[in-house]
């Protein structure tokens, strides 16, 4: 099994739904992160949340909102979806430490019609 | 304004080429550069430099971070089908809090 886990990994959808991203992990990390991923415009950060009690927007945060659950889970929503937030997203972990490589879900393909 | 900036954003060769990717970055409080991988999906980790440790080689794979610079690259040598991909520069920084910056990525194709 993955390290990290994301559902759906793909997803079709209506403008103005509401979507809910999952992502669970088992390496026992901390710091869990949401990105985006667009053609042409690398990976942009959504969200981050280093414990349970700690939420953090990152540069693109206006449409999305997050929960942590527990220290393994992390979801993404998008509370009323709309086209331009078709992308693939992803959930990535790291552990404590002022550095470390970032491990990587599968990646959850989202389209908005 | 953080910004990571890489070059060329895509790149054709041939196998058995050489080739050189780019990584340069304006940030605040830095603290590692990462280089991924991206296949298909999710990005798999290669390389992480740090003021401790500015050069990193694996197999056909080096990197070297130029801290005067302020930039880093990722050489790979005699190139195979298998190193297409696209290959993303992130750079950690601790301005505000701790968090890592992406370039936009270099796409390689190698061609056999």
């Known amino acids: 099994d993955a390290d990290v886990t994301q559902t759906p990994r793909n997803r079709i959808t209506k403008t103005g739904k509401r979507i809910m991203l999952e992502c669970s992990q088992t390496?026992?990390?901390?710091?869990m992160y949401w990105y985006r991923q667009d053609p042409g415009l690398g990976l942009r950060l959504i969200y981050y949340?280093?414990?349970?009690?700690?939420?953090n927007k990152g540069e693109i945060s206006d449409g999305y909102s997050v929960s942590r659950q527990a220290q393994a889970k992390f979801s993404l929503s998008l509370e009323s979806a709309i086209p331009n937030q078709t992308a693939l997203y992803f959930c990535?972990?790291?552990?404590?430490?002022?550095?470390?490589?970032?491990?990587f879900g599968e990646g959850s393909r989202l389209t908005v019609l | 304004e953080d910004k990571v900036v890489q070059s060329p954003l895509s790149l054709v060769v041939h196998e058995g080429d050489t080739v050189t990717l780019n990584c340069s970055y304006e940030?605040?409080?830095?603290?590692?550069l990462l280089w991924y991988k991206q296949e298909k999906k999710a990005p798999t980790f290669l390389f992480m430099l740090?003021?401790?440790?500015i050069e990193k080689k694996s197999g056909r794979l080096s990197s070297i971070l130029d801290k005067k610079e302020l930039s880093s690259i990722l050489n790979i040598t005699a190139t195979q089908t298998g190193d297409s991909a696209i290959y993303l520069c992130?750079?950690?920084?601790?301005?505000?809090?701790?968090?890592?910056?992406f370039g936009t990525g270099t796409r390689l194709k190698v061609l056999a």
């Open positions: 990535a972990t790291r552990g404590a430490g002022q550095s470390g490589e970032l491990f």
């Open positions: 390496k026992g990390h901390d710091r």
């Open positions: 949340s280093f414990d349970v009690k700690d939420i």
């Open positions: 940030v605040t409080n830095f603290r590692s």
């Open positions: 740090t003021s401790s440790g």
């Open positions: 992130a750079v950690g920084t601790t301005s505000g809090t701790y968090k890592y910056i």
